[in-house]
């Protein structure tokens, strides 16, 4: 009976020895999860608001333009009327309306294993805020025509009256360099100017989707990113390189 009662003890304290180990115990994640927004995001506008999730960058922009615009009211302190180098400027019979955007776009961003179209609208955010459209008018037309409503920064508003790029946006280029960065794309490549090392980029140097990799100043290591040049497509080419993100308006 002794034995007994020593063998039972044994057990219950080796149990409760088992069930403390099992309470306390605690497991340290093999890589720490951070939401910090990566640094290069810094170089957007103020009035474009960014977060991060561990996966995705969402940025929030209303679209207006930071340069002056023809496109804006005569009573806006931002109009100023066209003053570029293109005769046959045309305004269209739009106006520049705030926009509630949001782009959410992969932080890190890889290759697609299909290559989506860019559909018709925003395919991407310039660091000021403003859209990035294709290389194509509405309906999927050249832009031939189109291009002689670009004011004197390179930009229009549509029916709606938002503001975008499909072109190289001279405000930015202008005041960041000829070889900075632009922005981003749905699919979370950057888009850099027309130039990298004080060469100027032509469509020959680029691939099918109007990107090349090398190195860049916010990527030392090196990363796939889209180039604006002077010839159609001018900043993007046949699609996404990368799997895109969304955009909502």
Do not use: R, W
């Not at 506008?45 to 561990?54: E, H, L, Q, R």
């Not at 615009?69 to 520049?96: C, D, L, R």
């Not at 004080?198 to 680029?206: C, S």
């Amino acid at each position: 009976m002794k034995q007994t009662l020593l063998a039972f003890a044994a057990f219950a304290a080796a149990a409760t020895i088992n069930y403390s180990c099992k309470k306390t115990a605690t497991v340290t994640p093999a890589t720490p999860i951070t939401t910090t927004v990566p640094a290069v995001f810094a170089k957007f506008s103020s009035t474009v608001t960014i977060s991060f999730d561990g996966s995705f960058i969402t940025l929030k922009s209303n679209g207006l333009p930071d340069h002056k615009s023809p496109y804006y009211g005569v009573s806006n302190a931002k109009y100023e009327a066209y003053n570029g180098t293109n005769a046959a400027y045309m305004q269209n019979p739009n106006s520049i309306i705030t926009q509630n955007l949001t782009f959410k776009i992969p932080a890190s961003p890889t290759a697609a294993t299909t290559h989506d179209a860019t559909p018709g609208g925003p395919i991407g955010i310039s660091i000021n805020g403003v859209p990035i459209f294709n290389q194509f008018a509405a309906a999927g037309a050249a832009l031939t025509a189109e291009i002689n409503s670009f004011d004197q920064y390179n930009g229009h508003p549509q029916m709606n009256g938002q503001y975008h790029y499909h072109v190289e946006p001279l405000y930015i280029t202008a005041t960041k360099g000829k070889n900075a960065l632009i922005g981003f794309l749905l699919d979370g490549f950057p888009i850099y100017g027309p130039q990298e090392n004080g060469i100027t980029i032509t469509n020959a140097m680029l691939d099918v989707y109007h990107g090349h990799t090398s190195v860049t100043a916010d990527y030392p290591a090196g990363i796939y990113h889209y180039h604006i040049t002077a010839d159609a497509p001018y900043i993007n080419g046949n699609g996404f390189y990368g799997t895109k993100g969304t955009v909502t308006q």
